[in-house]
């Protein structure tokens, strides 16, 4: 059972579109991490989210942690080729221990 | 800084032979985790210490792995016999009293 279910597994869109990737548990976490990894390397942490209903945003790139501390979202406007990668979601129980990792979203933006 | 430092980067092995995979956490970290990935499974964490102490080994696959860390400034994660189901990128990541993990560059294990 995947504790961290991420949604699409794939997505390939046209340079300049808009999306949103979903992750989604069960389970409630003390913060919730958006990791992005490109071939080859290991995964950079994106963004922290802690407090429900928290949003935060990096450039074109917005998250949003659910109000119950379960689900997140990244949101990501105008897409550009360098956004390709693999996009990782990673929920966390309390520091210092194990991250639960979703499978991943693969994003592919076609110029 | 330097950050986490993982040799080798890419293994290629026969079946049966040793693997040692190495790792050099962020100077400073607490805690240290191994994490298997692969398309099939995603990342799957193996083991983690917390000052040097192994936490939790749940997730080693079977006794043909094991993990130590003699020192906080260095680990290793050794599979022997290596089988061909053991191919995957094996990540090391480090972090300090904080959710935020800082993942070394991976090794590419292949086991023909």
């Known amino acids: 059972t995947q504790l961290l279910e991420q949604s699409p597994q794939f997505l390939s869109i046209q340079e300049g579109e808009n999306l949103t990737v979903y992750c989604n548990s069960s389970s409630v976490f003390s913060s919730l991490q958006w990791y992005r990894q490109e071939p080859g390397e290991g995964p950079v942490l994106l963004v922290t989210v802690v407090t429900g209903g928290e949003v935060k945003k990096l450039k074109r790139l917005t998250f949003q942690f659910g109000d119950a501390r379960k689900d997140s979202s990244l949101h990501i406007t105008a897409a550009q080729p360098g956004d390709t990668g693999l996009y990782l979601c990673a929920g966390a129980y309390s520091g210092n221990t194990p991250l639960v990792f979703g499978k991943g979203t693969r994003l592919s933006v076609i110029a | 800084d330097a950050g986490v430092i993982q040799s080798p980067r890419h293994e290629v092995t026969e079946m049966g032979q040793e693997v040692t995979l190495r790792c050099k956490p962020i100077?400073?970290?607490?805690?240290l985790f191994w994490y298997r990935q692969t398309m099939m499974r995603g990342l799957e964490l193996l083991i983690y210490?917390?000052?040097?102490?192994?936490?939790?080994d749940s997730g080693m696959p079977e006794d043909r792995f094991s993990a130590k860390m003699p020192n906080a400034s260095f680990s290793t994660l050794k599979i022997q016999p290596s089988e061909p189901r053991d191919s995957a990128v094996y990540f090391c990541?480090?972090?300090?009293?904080?959710?935020?993990?800082?993942f070394g560059p991976g090794t590419r294990l292949t086991v023909l």
């Open positions: 990541a480090s972090s300090s009293f904080t959710d935020t993990q800082y």
């Open positions: 100077s400073g970290h607490n805690s």
């Open positions: 210490f917390n000052n040097n102490v192994p936490i939790d």
